[in-house]
């Protein structure tokens, strides 16, 4: 028996071929009950849509691309690894037992906003990950198979995007612009971490604030160190007399430095950080320690994850759209796929600062 086709299904339906593809491409486009009868059709008939055909139909190929590199910490196993019939293994997870992988949570919510717009869209999404890969080799790699493509900004070299872009959009997601004319996409970092710092200073007399920051490469971080420096600035507190403690963005790299502060003795009022990730590691250790938050030690995060709004004690972080700022890369590689010649995009989410029990205490 033939595999059904498209016009089966618009036949069978009794709706036009244009409805039929209106479904399967931008189903909220599509009236509900129109939308549902299709696709019973759909599923009765047992039709799989043609992604050449549509591709060669379109000349597109019907995936855009996403590129964030440094997020896989999977260590490499051999063949022999995967075949092994070992007992299940009983192992008793202590909270403070340390993460071998920690999740990359932004990265995740990212990936989730991108995932749903693009398939609103009627379009695949191939996703680039990688530690210790080739950035330019996988970065050519995916370019090769999309439409279009989003790129952690300073995570791929201008000249490749550059050369990349005169055949498909390219987005850059985080980070100002610098001189460039790729379409970008951001959230207000400077303005969140100036807004909250400012409220340690104003609300709780902090001085002498620790900045705990993120890899040096990250567009990101050094916004939100800007606006940390800002408010310091606008209210005369010395910056460069303060400490800028660099990590990773990691949970585990916090706890480190944060086990480093309380061994010197060297405990700040307030600690700072750069994301959620290593807030939450700070308060790993303080918690292990004794050490009272916020009343002995104030702690601050950035990102919003769910973690850091059910930790103990709940954390105090400016929250930024990660859902949002994956569909809005997505939507600016469409718009710059069917109007080529636009001018450069620069859209800047707005973000919120959001106080809890670890700046604020209980209520």
Known sequence: MKP??????????????????????????????????????????????SASARSLAARRTGVLGLYFPGFDAMEELDEAE????????????????????????????????????????????????????????????????????????????????????????????????????????SVSNVEGMRTLTEHLIDRHGVRAPVFIGGPVYSPDDAERYEGFVQALAARDIDPAALPMLRGDFSRMQARSIAEG????????????????????????VLRRRGIRVPEDVIVTGFDGIEAGRQSTPRLTTVHQPMVDLGRAAVRAMLSRLDKRDQPPISLRLPVQVLLRESSEGSA
């Open 4 to 49: 059904p086709t498209v016009y089966d299904v618009a036949a069978h339906a009794g709706v036009s071929i244009a409805t039929v593809s209106r479904v399967l491409r931008r189903p909220d486009d599509v009236r509900a009950s129109t939308r549902e009868h299709v696709l019973a059709t759909v599923r009765e008939l047992g039709y799989v849509p």
């Open 82 to 185: 995967f075949n092994q019939s070992e007992p299940v293994n009983v192992i008793v997870d202590m909270p403070d037992s340390g993460e071998v992988r920690p999740p990359n949570l932004y990265f995740d919510e990212v990936l989730r906003g991108s995932e749903l717009e693009a398939w609103r869209r009627g379009f695949a999404l191939l996703v680039g990950v990688g530690r210790g890969t080739n950035p330019e080799e996988m970065v050519s790699d995916i370019a090769g198979r999309v439409d279009g493509m989003a790129v952690l900004a300073r995570s791929v070299p201008d000249a490749l995007l550059d050369h990349i872009s005169r055949r498909i959009p390219i987005v850059l997601v985080a980070g100002p612009r610098r001189g460039d004319n790729f379409d970008h996409v």
């Open 261 to 284: 502060l309380v061994a010197a003795g060297e405990l700040p009022r307030a600690v700072v950080c750069s994301n959620d990730q290593m807030a939450l590691g700070v308060l790993d």
